[in-house]
């Protein structure tokens, strides 16, 4: 009796996670099915807890500073990124507030199936909203520096809205095939066929293929403004009026900052999703979901960073969240400098005067000899 008691113990230590029919349509061996542990414990509940804390007040305040920037100044600039600000938001509700801390730290993810695969899936589509909002931003500079008679014609408020709806629209259609996604930290089984195109097209829509658009027309960018230097340089002898403008400007700098910064916090955990695919799953390895763990950290911490680029790059947003704080209306419209305000008025003036004395004196003329002569 004392045998079979020690060997059903050791069987129900063998077999901690998962229930006899579970193995047994598997056919997976009992060191197969161990689960890893999350070595963080709590740190990633109070990391997210703070993150939500500081993030959605801070974008939330950012969004009325940039509405108020965009109704003032009437630039497309501004409601991209406010279209950046707003699905920065909904991915710290859907993916931070909904999925990490109230069903997995508060729930365990014990809820009904159907719930638990739509939230997935509006989560991977406030995830790609968020990353692909700043595609259009990109493109919007890219043709502001390299052809500004066309950005003239083509960036105005009310393209810049439909392409965002856009943006917004196909982001929501790209998060339908999510609802399959499956749950890394608690599939035993090695990823399926489904899991392989799902986690390819993932790393492919939020990675890959933003950061390949980025990297070209940033690139581009930089080699305008570097071709434009060298120009600089060489017409500084016919004085500096004559050279074209070389140095990086505020809204290109804050558009590098973006994309850089998007680039190095998602990268960790694109690296670690396509090593949970082909070497090592998140389930058996702890050391693959301690790398998860912190890679999804990283990740979510792109969706708080962009108040405090727009603070250091941009005077105006500065002072428009100045005036947020301080509960001060604003200008309705952009100032204007009085004497730069007359200077075109003058001028106009002046040419009038010049062109009515040029008559005065065309009139006051006398006539040359051809006139004086009489026709034959």
């Known amino acids: 009796?004392?045998?079979?008691?020690?060997?059903?113990?050791?069987?129900?230590?063998?077999?901690?996670?998962?229930?006899?029919?579970?193995?047994?349509?598997?056919?997976?061996?009992?060191?197969?099915?161990?689960?890893?542990?999350?070595?963080?414990?709590?740190?990633?509940?109070?990391?997210?807890?703070?993150?939500?804390?500081v993030g959605v007040p801070v974008n939330i305040l950012t969004a009325v500073a940039l509405s108020r920037l965009a109704s003032r100044t009437k630039k497309a600039l501004y409601y991209y990124l406010l279209a950046v600000t707003g699905s920065d938001i909904l991915s710290q509700l859907f993916i931070i507030f909904v999925g990490f801390l109230l069903e997995t730290a508060v729930?365990?993810?014990d809820v009904p199936a159907l719930l638990l695969h739509s939230v997935s899936a509006a989560?991977?589509?406030?995830?790609?909203?968020?990353?692909?909002?700043?595609?259009?931003?990109?493109?919007?500079?890219?043709?502001?520096?390299?052809?500004?008679?066309?950005?003239?014609?083509?960036?105005?408020?009310?393209?810049?809205?439909?392409?965002?709806a856009a943006v917004l629209t196909l982001s929501l259609v790209s998060g339908v095939p999510f609802f399959w996604w499956s749950d890394m930290w608690r599939n035993s089984h090695p990823p399926t066929a489904l899991d392989t195109?799902?986690?390819?097209?993932?790393?492919?829509?939020?990675?890959?293929?933003?950061?390949?658009?980025?990297?070209?027309?940033?690139?581009?960018?930089?080699?305008?403004?570097r071709a434009r230097?060298?120009?600089?340089?060489?017409?500084?002898?016919?004085?500096?009026?004559s050279a074209p403008p070389g140095r990086l400007g505020k809204t290109t700098a804050m558009l590098l900052a973006i994309t850089s910064v998007f680039s190095v916090?998602?990268?960790?955990?694109?690296?670690?999703?396509?090593?949970?695919?082909?070497?090592?799953?998140?389930?058996?390895?702890?050391?693959?979901?301690?790398?998860?763990?912190?890679?999804?950290?990283?990740?979510m911490l792109n969706t708080a960073v962009n108040f405090f680029l727009y603070c250091f790059v941009s005077k105006p947003f500065r002072g428009a969240v100045r005036d947020v704080v301080l509960l001060r209306g604003g200008p309705l419209y952009p100032r204007?400098?009085?004497?730069?305000?007359?200077?075109?008025?003058?001028?106009?003036?002046s040419s009038l005067y010049s062109g009515n004395n040029k008559r005065s004196q065309r009139d006051s003329a006398p006539l040359s000899p051809r006139g004086d002569r009489k026709p034959s």
């Open 1 to 53: 009796m004392r045998r079979h008691r020690r060997r059903s113990v050791k069987v129900m230590i063998d077999w901690p996670n998962v229930t006899a029919s579970g193995h047994q349509e598997l056919g997976l061996k009992p060191e197969d099915l161990q689960k890893s542990k999350c070595v963080l414990g709590f740190v990633p509940v109070v990391y997210y807890s703070v993150l939500l804390c």
């Open 107 to 109: 729930f365990h993810r």
């Open 123 to 164: 989560e991977f589509a406030a995830n790609h909203a968020s990353i692909w909002s700043t595609v259009p931003l990109t493109v919007d500079r890219y043709v502001a520096l390299c052809h500004p008679l066309l950005h003239r014609q083509i960036s105005y408020p009310a393209r810049a809205r439909k392409i965002i």
């Open 197 to 225: 195109v799902l986690i390819w097209t993932h790393v492919t829509i939020i990675y890959f293929l933003p950061c390949g658009i980025f990297l070209v027309l940033n690139s581009l960018i930089i080699q305008r403004l």
């Open 229 to 241: 230097q060298r120009q600089q340089r060489c017409c500084e002898e016919c004085g500096p009026k």
């Open 265 to 299: 916090l998602w990268a960790p955990r694109t690296a670690v999703v396509i090593y949970h695919l082909y070497v090592s799953s998140v389930h058996r390895d702890w050391r693959v979901h301690l790398a998860y763990d912190l890679s999804n950290m990283l990740a």
């Open 336 to 349: 204007r400098n009085l004497p730069q305000q007359h200077a075109p008025t003058n001028a106009s003036i």
